[in-house]
């Protein structure tokens, strides 16, 4: 954060940031003051919820598997695949059409690929992409991986494809239909209570409780702004779920709901964002005491309810779509996106900083080489055609000029083991710090040199991120959250 206004309160909270470490920071794509919001809202899984991931997600897998046996014939010989949780990270697309699982950049490229689990190397990829940009909004061959939910399903998705390929031509499905049945199991597991009764049973298998939640939400509400909580899921499993997670931080409340000024459950997002009709939702649950509990409803009610509308409500979301988007695109929220994964990222990006900082070095020694390398080819060129326009009417001047011309080639033969040696000390650098990240996708924000298409997300949609709404704890009430400058290649 840089350039604030020099107020001893903005000075003093920039000391405070640089004591913060990084994966405790908030990161800032859109200035936000926090004095101008009136209302914070908050989602509840992998926002205020954050669960063990490989118990959940083993379990979403199990489920949907053997939904799949029972429900839609499937060969019960998948009953024993294991669930492997390295292998599919936030942000890749599924090619429903072709059994594909890709990551793109931010310009719609596919920059990597596997069929199945069987990666596909730059010629095979290129042949089905053709290196033309992707636009997902134009077609239903592509689905997103948009939370950390749907982990577990595009992993068994991946085996199915590779298993229907193994399979006799007259029984395989085609590969939409698999993705189809795969997504309408898991759905049902969610909607029918199969997942969600063994975590509500065993809530501390499942979840892992933050202790300084209770005491953020406390630091929003003594601020004077109201708060809401708006989530998909039914008020028994929300119930459930922030009774265990903020039970030993309630500071002499009578229960969870007391940190909220209205509760909305049941809200069927993105849809409650895009009904801007004033729809009614049902009061839920009127006998318990403390906020009132709606279900269903829509974003104008509830403004309505709050008494704040457009940027005077922050939200906060870990779905890009559900979430992030249409908050902010649909009624004009400003967003805070809630990304897991930011803690684990960090990690991996400090650890490989001596390779970044040896890339860029090696980057700017390629750019002199083939700067060096272009200018001492003009000169053999010029070189070998005096040569040749001479012949052997000067003997003298043509031995010099081959002279000359012998030297040019020994420095290009020296430039070019030279940038053969760079390009392959790079290579190498890259795929190490792939591995630090996710030894087949990388880092979920970046792809090579640019941004990937999460990463582009993040930047466009969210004005605040951080791993969890906690770290909002570190800031001032009275924090102004400012963006770095950000420069066009021009300015730099």
């Not at 954060?1 to 940031?17: G, H, I």
């Amino acid at each position: 954060m840089s350039d604030l206004p020099t107020t001893t309160e903005n000075r003093v909270a920039v000391v405070e940031e640089r004591r913060i470490g990084k994966q405790s920071r908030v990161f800032v794509n859109r200035n936000l003051r926090l004095p101008s919001l009136g209302a914070i809202g908050f989602d509840l899984d992998h926002t205020l919820a954050h669960y063990a991931p490989i118990p959940v997600e083993t379990l979403a897998f199990d489920v949907t598997k053997r939904k799949l046996v029972e429900n839609k014939g499937y060969p019960a010989a998948i009953l024993d695949y294991h669930y492997d949780p390295r292998f599919v990270i936030r942000g890749l697309v599924i090619d429903k059409k072709r059994g594909n699982i890709i990551k793109m950049n931010y310009h719609g490229y596919v920059s990597r690929a596997y069929h199945g689990r069987k990666e596909l190397h730059t010629e095979d990829r290129k042949k089905q992409y053709r290196q033309r940009p992707i636009h997902l909004s134009n077609t239903g061959g592509y689905a997103s991986v948009d939370t950390l939910f749907h982990l577990p399903e595009v992993y068994l998705y991946l085996l199915l494809v590779e298993m229907n390929q193994a399979a006799p031509r007259k029984d395989r499905r085609s590969f939409s239909q698999i993705y189809t049945d795969v997504r309408e199991m898991i759905d049902e597991a969610h909607r029918d209570g199969t997942i969600k009764t063994v975590i509500v049973a065993d809530p501390g298998k499942f979840l892992k409780p933050d202790p300084r939640m209770g005491p953020t939400l406390d630091h929003f509400r003594s601020a004077g702004k109201k708060l809401f909580l708006l989530t998909n899921s039914e008020y028994a499993y929300t119930d459930v779920l922030l009774s265990f997670l903020l039970k030993d931080n309630l500071a002499g409340k009578q229960s969870w709901r007391d940190f909220f000024d209205i509760i909305v459950v049941d809200a069927r997002k993105p849809d409650f964002f895009t009904h801007r009709e004033n729809d009614e939702p049902k009061p839920h649950h009127e006998e318990l005491s403390g906020p009132p509990i709606w279900s269903g409803g829509g974003a104008r009610f509830l403004e309505d309810r709050l008494g704040y509308q457009g940027d005077r409500i922050l939200y906060f979301g870990d779905h890009t779509y559900g979430d992030i988007l249409r908050s902010k695109k649909s009624v004009g929220w400003r967003t805070a996106m809630v990304i897991e994964e930011m803690e684990r990222e960090i990690e991996a990006l400090e650890s490989i900083r001596p390779k970044m900082i040896r890339l860029s070095v090696l980057a700017a020694l390629r750019e002199r080489l083939d700067a060096d390398m272009a200018f001492v080819r003009r000169e053999r060129n010029k070189l070998a055609l005096i040569a040749e326009n001479l012949g052997g009417s000067n003997p003298i001047v043509v031995t010099k000029v081959q002279a000359r011309l012998a030297r040019r080639e020994d420095e290009l033969s020296r430039m070019q083991a030279e940038l053969s040696s760079a390009i392959k000390e790079s290579r190498q650098l890259r795929r190490e710090s792939n591995e630090a990240f996710n030894s087949f996708w990388g880092s979920i924000f970046r792809e090579g040199n640019e941004t990937s298409r999460f990463g582009h997300q993040v930047e466009d949609f969210a004005c605040l991120y951080s791993a969890r709404v906690s770290n909002f704890l570190n800031y001032p009430a009275s924090q102004y959250f400012q963006a770095p400058i950000r420069l066009m290649p021009h300015e730099i």
